[in-house]
């Protein structure tokens, strides 16, 4: 150490009196005769590189007057300089962050300073530290909360090297740190166990929602902080305020959230939306399934306000009553406004051509011999199917005349005989044709279904009743209605980049020919032909949906084994019956997207022109 009269002040330069890599003994550093080191006017300017830590702590020595006793671990060499003077309180502190960057701790008993190891401090028993450099434990007691509950919260404050721990049967804290820490970590436990002594308050509320009487009362307190603050809690699901704090506080603001409790407080949350397109009642369901996910996504303390959320739909106004939290009404109406919008329409108009031709010929001879009176024999020849059996051929051969309830053959007939021969020579040629053009149309929404039907509603029996077991009488029918015409059922959807996916189902049925309208409803046969399909088409675009061509040739020939074959003569023997029927079905559609009120004329224009 040495004094620069020049600058009234000294400058430590231990490397200069002592080589940088000479060792020193542990031991006790002091110098009982003389009194510390006066203090220069301007004070001390430290300058030392690669100065051992025993030199640095006999200079201290010499300054502070204190005795130093040396742990035999310390040891190593320090750099400290300073860039202005610095007064002996100033030297000290200094000292002491010298050490504590070494891993050192100095522990004071009396007029004595121990320097050793920082982990062995925390061991070190009768010593003082009153440095906020130095080590220490302390013993911190919590009056109103728990100490296990507040270990947690201060074991990340403590240093590395320090400890922390709880001991529940004194309900207090042990503490092993700097002296500078333990203070900071013993303010924070008195702040926390101030907030524990308080009462709490609960305020349950009947308009206003919780979380937003919470934010006005904290508005209003403007965030005071202290033990005097009171402590807002909003539990979202009850709808109720929690209030902790000072009694005389927390009953003012209890005060103040009951009057802000009003039935006004909701007013403005309620809306009714006049709906102008969409349909009131499956909006409804739409906007439900909404809410349901917003209280999934949003958190806690937002899900209970949700949960209060009301939906309703009112069919005879076709309109929607919302009753949310004002933020929720702003955005479910906003999905309102979106969903809300004209939808687009579409026209589907079909062509179904059915162009058929039946051909029939037939040709039989039916004849019968009575010889009874000469040699009692009978015989003749019968064909089905000619309208006229052979029993009734020799009814009228011995009656003479045709019975009345007899159903003649269709086509011609040629009858000949007497009393004792006769013969029935039937022939037709049935040639039916038809051409079916049927041109249905219909305008549906997006995305609805539509169905069209052209025919008739026919009766068809499917039982009957005549007596009972006991023969009493009371005879009846039962009948079921169908319809039998066009049928088409079309669901269309329209895509992006104009074009349409369509779910289409078209039926034709027709009572066949053979029994006609005005046969018995038992009798009745219907001809079905029907296509079920999903299409993806263009807007405009015409498209054949389906093709039937139906060829059908049928040959019957009734005839006498041998007699039949007979060149010539073998037509007496036999009966030709030759069938073809021939159909072609063709189902033609095109799809045209309606937008506005200009272009829903143009398809019945269209139709018109054909």
Same mark, same amino acid.
């Given at each position: 150490m040495k004094r620069c009269p020049t600058a009234a002040s000294l400058v430590l330069a231990l490397a200069l009196s002592t080589p940088a890599g000479a060792d020193s003994a542990p031991g006790a550093y002091a110098d009982p005769a003389r009194a510390p080191a006066s203090q220069p006017q301007d004070g001390w300017v430290i300058d030392l590189k690669g100065v051992d830590i025993h030199r640095l702590i006999e200079q201290i020595a010499a300054i502070t007057g204190q005795t130093f006793i040396v742990a035999p671990e310390v040891a190593g060499q320090v750099d400290v300089s300073s860039a202005r003077p610095l007064q002996r309180a100033e030297v000290q502190q200094l000292f002491l962050s010298v050490l504590a960057s070494q891993g050192l701790s100095v522990i004071s008993q009396g007029d004595q300073a121990q320097i050793i190891s920082t982990t062995a401090s925390r061991t070190a028993a009768n010593m003082r530290a009153d440095a906020p450099a130095q080590l220490a434990t302390r013993l911190i007691p919590v009056q109103h909360g728990s100490a296990s509950e507040l270990l947690p919260l201060l074991t990340p404050l403590i240093n590395p090297y320090g400890h922390v721990t709880a001991v529940a049967s004194a309900n207090a804290l042990i503490i092993s740190d700097r002296i500078a820490n333990i203070e900071r970590i013993e303010a924070l436990v008195q702040q926390l166990d101030q907030r524990l002594r308080a009462d709490a308050v609960i305020v349950d509320l009947q308009h206003a929602w919780a979380v937003d009487a919470a934010a006005t009362l904290s508005s209003l307190s403007h965030g005071a902080q202290g033990p005097s603050a009171v402590q807002i809690i909003a539990d979202a699901g009850t709808n109720r305020l929690i209030l902790l704090g000072p009694p005389d506080a927390r009953a003012k603001l209890a005060d103040l959230a009951r009057s802000l409790d009003s039935p006004s407080s909701r007013s403005a949350n309620t809306r009714v939306i006049r709906l102008r397109h969409n349909n009131a009642k499956s909006l409804a369901e739409?906007?439900?399934?909404?809410?349901?996910?917003?209280?999934?996504?949003?958190?806690? &303390?937002?899900?209970? @306000?949700?949960?209060?959320?009301?939906? @309703?739909?009112? &069919?005879?106004?076709?309109?929607?009553?919302?009753?949310?939290?004002?933020?929720?009404?702003?955005?479910?109406?906003?999905? =309102? %406004?979106?969903?809300?919008? #004209? @939808?687009? !329409?579409?026209? =589907?108009?079909?062509?179904?051509?059915?162009?058929?031709g039946d051909i029939t010929d037939a040709v039989g001879v039916q004849w019968a011999v009575d010889a009874r009176s000469n040699t009692g024999g009978l015989g003749g020849v019968n064909f089905g199917g000619t309208g006229l059996s052979v029993g009734t051929v020799l009814q009228i051969l011995q009656s003479g005349e045709i019975p009345e309830n007899t159903t003649l053959p269709d086509g011609a007939?040629?009858?000949?005989?007497?009393?004792?021969?006769?013969?029935?020579?039937?022939?037709?040629?049935?040639?039916?044709?038809?051409?079916?053009?049927?041109?249905?149309?219909?305008?549906?929404?997006?995305? !609805?279904?539509? &169905?069209?039907?052209v025919g008739q509603n026919v009766p068809f029996q499917t039982g009957s009743y005549t007596t009972d077991a006991s023969g009493a009488g009371n005879?009846?029918?039962?009948i079921e209605r169908k319809d039998i015409g066009v049928t088409l059922k079309v669901t269309p959807s329209i895509n992006e980049g104009a074009t349409l996916r369509l779910e289409i189902e078209q039926e034709i $049925? $027709?009572?066949?020919?053979?029994?006609?309208?005005?046969?018995?409803?038992?009798?009745?046969?219907?001809? +079905? @032909?029907?296509?079920? $399909?999903?299409?993806?088409?263009?807007?405009?675009?015409?498209? =054949?949906?389906?093709?039937?061509? !139906?060829?059908?040739?049928? !040959?019957?020939?009734?005839?006498?084994?041998?007699?039949?074959?007979? #060149?010539?003569?073998?037509?007496?023997?036999? $009966?030709? %019956?030759?069938?073809? =029927? +021939?159909?072609?079905?063709?189902?033609f559609l095109r799809p045209t997207v309606v937008r506005d009120g200009a272009g829903r004329a143009l398809p019945s224009a269209s139709a018109s022109a054909r």
């Open positions: 739409t906007l439900g399934d909404i809410s349901e996910g917003l209280k999934n996504k949003e958190g806690s &303390e937002t899900t209970g @306000r949700q949960s209060n959320i009301l939906i @309703r739909a009112d &069919e005879s106004l076709n309109a929607l009553v919302l009753l949310a939290e004002p933020d929720l009404v702003a955005t479910l109406e906003d999905i =309102v %406004r979106q969903l809300d919008v #004209p @939808r687009a !329409q579409v026209m =589907v108009e079909a062509a179904i051509v059915e162009v058929s007939i040629i009858g000949i005989g007497s009393d004792r021969f006769g013969a029935l020579i039937t022939a037709l040629s049935a040639n039916s044709k038809s051409n079916l053009l049927s041109t249905p149309s219909l305008l549906t929404l997006d995305n !609805q279904k539509a &169905e069209i039907l005879p009846f029918t039962t $049925s $027709s009572i066949a020919p053979s029994t006609g309208l005005n046969a018995q409803a038992v009798d009745l046969v219907t001809n +079905k @032909r029907s296509i079920k $399909s999903t299409i993806l088409a263009d807007d405009g675009q015409v498209i =054949v949906l389906g093709g039937l061509i !139906q060829d059908d040739v049928t !040959q019957s020939i009734s005839k006498v084994p041998l007699l039949g074959d007979i #060149p010539l003569i073998g037509g007496l023997f036999r $009966s030709t %019956r030759d069938s073809h =029927v +021939k159909r072609n079905l063709m189902v």
